[in-house]
């Protein structure tokens, strides 16, 4: 049986290796998804294809900001964040901004595809409406994330002995509970589940009314571009929900026995089971790329 130091031992060099790896191969994805949505001339001209390059800059920056902070802390034991509040504060709001901005994005492409399967609602999936759409999404979920600069800081225990950078015991971490389940965790997946199967059934009902009229040709041409989009939106959020519940629920955990008594070997091991759960987040972004 491994003891506390070889379990931690073992998480750094998993940290060291993985962390690194989803780094780099995702921000090369995203790089190469921006460069091929925009270069491709069917592509570029399409509003999903806006809303997936700024999805992919999105999950790059979350990359290379979150997880290098988590590779540094995990890895390398470099945590400003327990002794600098502001930086503990600036930490939190740009987890939960850039964990959510990107994940918007790929939502509202995933509308976007069910607006172009709507014959009457054409006008509202247009380029000039996806901009400002991306603009108020970033500006909704800069104001919203700011509850994270007001209660989140740096903290001491009352011996002195251990600093740590989180939220106190309260109101507030119950309330942080739930909006990671509901707001973080299932909000962007259910509406792209939504979408998705709308999305579907609007294609199959034009194929069936294309069909009567006998221009099956023009339609198979189309429907095989939507297609190919929508199909790679519901892989990504398969496997989204797969990597990205686990740190959901164990936040909702958390919040719930925030209130009881632990152990320090329960302490331990439920920080190590978060780090892990917060590494397949960082696969999840590769997902994406």
């Given at each position: 049986m491994w003891t506390q130091a070889e379990f931690t031992?073992?998480?750094?060099?998993?940290?060291?290796?993985?962390?690194?790896?989803?780094?780099?191969?995702?921000s090369i994805g995203s790089i190469l998804n921006v460069i091929v949505f925009s270069i491709s001339t069917k592509l570029r001209k399409s509003p999903c294809s806006l809303y997936l390059i700024f999805s992919s800059i999105g999950f790059m920056a979350y990359l290379n900001v979150v997880a290098l902070l988590k590779l540094l802390q995990v890895g390398f034991a470099i945590d400003p964040s327990v002794s600098w509040s502001w930086f503990c504060k600036l930490k939190f709001y740009f987890v939960g901004f850039l964990l959510m901005l990107p994940r918007t994005y790929l939502a509202l492409a995933g509308i976007d595809r069910y607006l172009m399967s709507i014959s009457n609602q054409h006008r509202l999936s247009s380029r000039k409406v996806a901009v400002k759409v991306i603009i108020?999404?970033?500006?909704?979920?800069?104001?919203?994330?700011?509850?994270?600069?007001?209660?989140?800081?740096?903290?001491?225990?009352?011996?002195?002995?251990?600093?740590?950078?989180?939220?106190?015991?309260?109101?507030?971490?119950?309330?942080?509970?739930?909006?990671?389940?509901?707001?973080?965790?299932?909000?962007?997946?259910?509406?792209?589940?939504i979408f998705g199967v709308l999305t579907v059934r609007n294609l199959q009902r034009h194929r069936n009314q294309i069909q009567d009229n006998n221009t099956v040709g023009t339609f198979q041409r189309r429907k095989k571009q939507e297609y190919v989009i929508l199909r790679m939106l519901l892989v990504?959020?398969?496997?989204?929900?797969?990597?990205?519940?686990?740190?959901?629920?164990?936040?909702?955990?958390?919040?719930?026995?925030?209130?009881?008594?632990?152990?320090?070997?329960?302490?331990?091991?439920?920080?190590?089971?978060?780090?892990?759960?917060?590494?397949?987040?960082?696969?999840?972004a590769n997902n994406y790329s």
């Amino acid at each position: 049986m491994w003891t506390q130091a070889e379990f931690t031992l073992f998480q750094k060099y998993v940290f060291i290796v993985l962390v690194p790896i989803a780094i780099v191969v995702g921000s090369i994805g995203s790089i190469l998804n921006v460069i091929v949505f925009s270069i491709s001339t069917k592509l570029r001209k399409s509003p999903c294809s806006l809303y997936l390059i700024f999805s992919s800059i999105g999950f790059m920056a979350y990359l290379n900001v979150v997880a290098l902070l988590k590779l540094l802390q995990v890895g390398f034991a470099i945590d400003p964040s327990v002794s600098w509040s502001w930086f503990c504060k600036l930490k939190f709001y740009f987890v939960g901004f850039l964990l959510m901005l990107p994940r918007t994005y790929l939502a509202l492409a995933g509308i976007d595809r069910y607006l172009m399967s709507i014959s009457n609602q054409h006008r509202l999936s247009s380029r000039k409406v996806a901009v400002k759409v991306i603009i108020i999404t970033c500006l909704f979920w800069m104001i919203i994330c700011v509850h994270n600069i007001i209660f989140y800081d740096a903290l001491t225990s009352s011996n002195g002995l251990v600093h740590t950078c989180s939220s106190s015991p309260g109101a507030y971490s119950t309330f942080l509970s739930f909006y990671s389940v509901f707001i973080n965790g299932l909000s962007m997946p259910l509406l792209m589940v939504i979408f998705g199967v709308l999305t579907v059934r609007n294609l199959q009902r034009h194929r069936n009314q294309i069909q009567d009229n006998n221009t099956v040709g023009t339609f198979q041409r189309r429907k095989k571009q939507e297609y190919v989009i929508l199909r790679m939106l519901l892989v990504q959020l398969i496997v989204n929900i797969i990597l990205t519940l686990p740190v959901t629920f164990y936040l909702c955990y958390s919040g719930l026995t925030q209130y009881t008594q632990k152990s320090s070997f329960r302490v331990f091991i439920e920080n190590y089971t978060y780090n892990f759960f917060t590494l397949l987040q960082y696969i999840s972004a590769n997902n994406y790329s």
